[in-house]
């Protein structure tokens, strides 16, 4: 199949960038979107062109790497499915697609369709752990966790952290995200040691990288590749009000204070 | 890090915030559109309802600064959720499609300002009583009953019976109801009360609490144009 691609180039973040065509020529049906790319990008590379920059590692739907917004859908509107497991015969021959990186101010673009989703990292580093002791590792059946709890934590551990929640909002939030983030330790016994603070650290840190608010539109979780349920957003709210109920916050500044 | 901060400079603090006063306000419009109804009472009904509340200062005027309080509160969390949420995208996508999001999610700031705009026109209107806004040339504070009450039911019938004023309120409601339609689900998801077993249900509590609203305010202009009520 032949496509027209419509891709944004942008040389690095500091320069203006703009969108430029392509043809994609003897595109095979079971490529994945990908591998279209790779594909256009030899073509470039042949021809003395610069390649399309744009991110990607496993190529299996598990990394969160690829990051790309499809005819103006992130992932490109396939349900539960990452960029790199969307498969050319979704498209028609002759069919004219538009490519774009994430769009946010939290995530400036770097080159073409890379953009920069440190501020996921920072997130992740102010809570998104659990802090233990070294030493021997305890016996795995001796801390017992109710079954639905488990279940729900792996819902929300789903995250791949692609920020794809982020592109798709209308806000540019990464509710969705943080939500899943702090849902997935909240709800394990390891992580209740530390649940207020996480959930006030987390949310500062997300306050702090400059996204939107949540208007609870659901596009978020309708792009998710891991279907992650805007139900997590109201579990993150409710543990961030319990915080600020239980006065945590003064806990932590004494600590802070020595 | 002081509870007002996180309240009122956090993200989520200022959806509690947007959330609570938007609750009370719900629990106002509903509980006004009751009062309105009575209207379909006749007049000795009505004007005594209003007779009560005007000569009851310690009920009117807690409520009315409350009411203001939270009006003001939704305002401000409004204006400054929606300025941060239009500077977190500085950079349009060039194809822009919506992904499950509704109509009404999507437009609150704008169906909120609109809205805004009608409560000034309609408190000038009924409870300031501006003559030069009700379109009708007549003076609605002069209007008295028998008993010498303020004519609540005639202001209410010579109000509505101008087409223009009419159809601004009927657009207004709508509106209202478009807004509470996503909002009052809404609330719960911001205050974390919300999950997968009842969620949907609350989905369809606000949908059906925001077409209740519509029918019950819509029907009083509607039943005066149409000459029911006089």
Redesign the interface.
């Known amino acids: 199949m032949n496509l027209t691609l ?1 891709v ?1 180039r942008q040389k690095n973040a500091h320069t203006p960038g703009e ?1 430029r065509e392509y043809e994609a020529t003897g595109i095979v049906p079971d490529m994945s979107f990908l591998e279209m790319l790779d594909v256009v990008n030899e073509g470039l590379i042949a021809r003395g062109g610069e390649p399309i920059a744009f991110d990607s590692d496993c190529r299996e739907g598990i990394c969160g790497t690829c990051s790309l ?1 499809i ?3 992130p992932h490109g ?1 396939q349900r539960g499915t990452t960029a790199c497991q969307l498969h050319m015969r979704h498209f028609k021959d002759g069919d004219r697609i ?1 490519i ?1 990186p994430w ?4 995530f400036p673009v770097l080159r073409d369709l890379v953009v920069d989703r440190s501020p996921f990292d920072r997130i992740v580093q102010s809570g998104g752990f659990v802090s233990v002791n070294t030493g021997q590792a305890v016996d795995a059946n001796c801390l017992p966790v109710p079954k639905d709890d488990s279940d729900l934590a792996m819902d929300a551990a789903q995250c791949i952290g692609c920020g794809a929640c982020v592109a ?1 909002c ?4 990464a ?1 969705l995200f943080v939500a899943a983030k702090v849902s997935h330790l909240n709800l394990l016994p390891q992580g209740k040691a530390e649940k207020d603070r996480r959930a ?1 650290n987390m ?2 840190a ?2 702090e990288a ?10 978020c ?3 998710c590749p891991k279907e992650i ?3 997590f ?9 319990a915080a ?1 109920l239980k ?1 945590k ?1 003064h806990a ?2 004494q600590a802070a204070g020595g | 890090m002081n509870l007002f901060s996180l309240i009122f400079g956090s993200s989520l603090g200022k959806k509690f915030v947007m959330a609570i006063s938007g609750a009370l306000l719900f629990g106002f419009v509903v509980a006004h559109m009751l009062g309105n109804l009575q209207v379909f009472l006749g007049p000795e009904q009505l004007n005594a309802y209003g007779h009560f509340l005007q000569t009851t200062p310690e009920i009117l005027w807690p409520a009315r600064l409350g009411l203001l309080a939270m009006v003001v509160l939704h305002i401000w969390s409004a204006i400054r959720l929606s300025r941060e949420n239009k500077a977190a995208r500085p950079i349009a996508y060039a194809v822009q499609k919506t992904v499950k999001a509704s109509y009404a999610s999507r437009t609150m700031l704008m169906s909120g300002l609109i809205i805004a705009a009608f409560v000034v026109y309609h408190l000038l209107h009924f409870t300031v009583l501006m003559q030069a806004v009700n379109l009708t040339g007549q003076n609605f504070s002069a209007l008295l009953d028998v008993k010498g009450r303020h004519d609540v039911y005639r202001m209410m019938v010579i109000g509505f019976s101008h087409p223009a004023v009419a159809l601004f309120y009927l657009i207004a409601v709508g509106l209202l109801c478009l807004h509470l339609s996503h909002g009052v689900s809404s609330l719960f998801q911001s205050l974390g009360l919300k999950n997968k077993f009842y969620g949907a249900c609350l989905d369809r509590f606000a949908k059906f609490a925001s077409l209740i609203l519509f029918l019950g305010y819509a029907a009083i202009p509607s039943a005066i144009l149409l000459g029911l009520v006089k």
């Open positions: 419509r944004w969108f917004v005819n103006g859908i509107g538009t774009e769009r946010a101010r939290a798709a209308k806000n540019a939030s509710m006030l949310v500062k997300m306050d400059g996204f939107g608010n949540c208007s609870v539109t659901g596009s979780e309708a792009v349920s805007l139900d957003i109201a579990r993150m709210n409710r543990d961030y009000a600020l006065g916050f932590k500044a």
